[in-house]
Nanobody
Framework: QVQLVESGGGLVQAGGSLSVSCAAS????????MGWFRQAPGKEREFVAS???????YYADSVKGRFTISRDNAKNTVYLQMNSLKPEDTAVYYC?????????????????WGQGTQVTVSS
């Protein structure tokens, strides 16, 4: 049973940067696609970015060019570097693991989820 624990969230001003991490335990992440999702108050959880086992990436249009997903299989950790943050990026950010190939973007392709970390961007 894998456990995913996000960290690194916080409060940042618009235009600033923040990096969040997702540490996995109980199973190696190598060979799995990993993804980041977010959920703002009153809204549905939405796809942010995903990375396949070999490092291929895919981003939501809303974050493309500003966010970077990466992975360190040796540390069993996935990262999301967020630059040029906007107030609309405010949400709880969740990491997730998928046994499917490629860079999945749909929630139902992910089988394990972290508890989330809050990111708040002030204007």
């Amino acid at each position: 049973q894998v456990q995913l624990v996000e960290s690194g969230g916080g409060l940042v001003q618009a235009g600033g940067s923040l990096s969040v991490s997702c540490a996995a335990s109980g199973r190696t992440i190598s060979g799995y696609a990993m993804g980041w999702f977010r959920q703002a108050p009153g809204k549905e959880r939405e796809f942010v970015a995903s990375i396949d086992w070999s490092g291929g990436t895919y981003y939501a249009d809303s974050v493309k060019g500003r966010f970077t997903i990466s992975r360190d299989n040796a540390k069993n950790t996935v990262y999301l570097q967020m630059n040029s943050l906007k107030p609309e990026d405010t949400a709880v950010y969740y990491c997730a693991m998928s046994p499917y190939g490629g860079t999945p973007i749909y929630i139902n392709r992910y089988v394990s989820w972290g508890q989330g970390t809050q990111v708040t961007v002030s204007s």
